[in-house]
C-alpha cells in the first residue's frame, strides 16, 4: 500500500512538471554586440539557464552582431511591436524614447563598480516601469566597463581635445565631447576600425574590453582612463510573449535572469583590468587624466546632468541628488 501511495504522488508530481511546462517556446533574441562580446556571451549563458530551469521547454536562441537588423534607437520599439521577441539594448542609445534610460551614461555621475551598482538598484523600478510601458518585461541589466578616450595622441589637457573626431555611442557621450572642445561622431560599431584606419575618426569613447575587441592598438595608442560612465546594457523581452508563458516558466526565466546579472557585473570589473593588460601588451599606453582635465570634464559633466535634471521626472531626480557631486 505504501508503495502504491508513493507511486501516486510521484505521477502526480510528473503530471504537475509537465502541465506547468506543457507549451513549448523558441524565442529569438536579438543581441547588438559580435560572439565575443561579453554582453552577448552573457546572453548566451543566460539562455543556456532558462532551457535548463524550464526543463527545456523554453529556448532562447541569440543572434549576435545585431543580424536580426535591429541595432540602435529603434530597438525599445522593435521589442514593444514584437519584431524581434527578445534583444540586449546599450540604454544610453534608447534614451532619446525614454529619458530614464539615459542615467547609466551621465557623464561622470559615478567613479566606481560600488557606486554604479548602488545606482542601478536605485534606478531598477524606474527601468522596470519604463519598459512596461514600451510593453516588456525588463529581465536583467549590467554595465561596461568604464568608458575611456581612446586616441593617437596623449591627451593631457582640454587643449588635446579641440578637434578631435570621437566615435560616441549616445547622446550624453557626444554632448560631453562637444562641450570640451571635440568633435563627436556617431556610427555603428561596425564602422569604426574602418574609420579609424581611413582617418574618419582619429579616437573613440569606448571601454577596455571593446578596445581590446577591436584591436585598436593596430591605429590607436593611448588609453586615457576618464571614467566617463559605465552604462548599461539591458535584456527585455516582449509582453505579449512574456504572458504567454507559463507561471512556472517566468518563475524560472527570472531565476537565470538574476544569476546572470550578477555574473555579469562580476564579468564586468574582471574584464576591465584583464583587458587593460591585453592593451598594454600590445603596446598600448594607459593613463589616468591631469588634474587640469579632471577639472574640465567635470566642468562640462555638470553642465550635461544640469540639463539632464531639469527635464526628469521626480523620481529621476530623487535618485539622481544622491550622486550629484
Not at 289 to 311: C, G, H, N, Q, V
Request: with cysteine.
Amino acid at each position: 500500500m505504501g508503495v502504491r501511495k508513493l507511486l501516486v504522488s510521484i505521477l502526480a508530481f510528473l503530471s504537475l512538471s509537465v502541465f506547468a511546462f506543457a507549451q513549448n517556446f523558441t524565442l529569438n533574441l536579438n543581441a547588438i554586440y559580435g560572439p565575443t562580446s561579453f554582453h552577448t556571451q552573457g546572453a548566451m549563458e543566460f539562455a543556456k539557464l532558462v532551457e535548463k530551469y524550464t526543463n527545456g521547454s523554453v529556448k532562447i536562441v541569440v543572434h549576435p552582431g545585431g543580424s536580426l537588423g535591429f541595432k540602435g534607437p529603434e530597438l525599445l520599439k522593435a521589442v514593444k511591436d514584437a519584431q524581434v521577441p527578445m534583444s540586449d539594448i546599450l540604454m544610453g542609445v534608447v534614451a532619446g524614447s525614454e529619458h530614464v534610460f539615459g542615467i547609466s551614461s551621465l557623464p561622470r555621475l559615478v567613479s566606481n563598480f560600488k557606486e554604479a551598482r548602488a545606482l542601478y538598484e536605485d534606478c531598477k523600478p524606474l527601468y522596470e516601469k519604463a519598459a512596461l510601458k514600451w510593453n516588456q518585461k525588463f529581465l536583467y541589466a549590467a554595465p561596461w566597463p568604464p568608458s575611456g578616450l581612446v586616441t593617437k595622441k596623449e591627451i593631457k589637457s582640454v587643449d588635446d581635445l579641440k578637434g578631435l573626431k570621437t566615435r560616441t555611442y549616445d547622446k550624453n557621450g557626444a554632448k560631453f565631447l562637444r562641450e570640451l572642445g571635440a568633435s563627436p561622431v556617431s556610427m555603428p560599431w561596425g564602422e569604426v576600425y574602418s574609420s579609424l584606419r581611413t582617418g574618419v575618426i582619429d579616437s573613440v569613447l569606448t571601454s577596455t574590453e571593446s578596445a581590446k575587441n577591436g584591436k585598436f592598438w593596430e591605429v590607436l595608442k593611448y588609453f586615457t582612463n576618464i571614467y566617463y560612465a559605465f552604462p548599461l546594457n539591458m535584456v527585455t523581452i516582449n509582453l505579449d510573449y512574456w504572458k504567454a508563458l507559463s507561471k512556472e516558466q517566468q518563475k524560472a526565466m527570472l531565476k537565470a535572469a538574476k544569476e546572470i546579472e550578477e555574473m555579469q557585473w562580476k564579468n564586468s570589473k574582471d574584464r576591465y583590468f584583464s583587458a587593460a593588460k591585453v592593451l598594454e601588451e600590445h603596446g598600448m599606453i594607459i593613463n589616468n587624466p591631469t588634474p587640469e582635465l579632471e577639472k574640465a570634464m567635470d566642468k562640462a559633466a555638470k553642465k550635461i546632468i544640469d540639463e539632464f535634471m531639469s527635464k526628469a521626472k521626480s523620481k529621476e531626480r530623487a535618485v539622481l541628488e544622491k550622486y550629484i557631486k
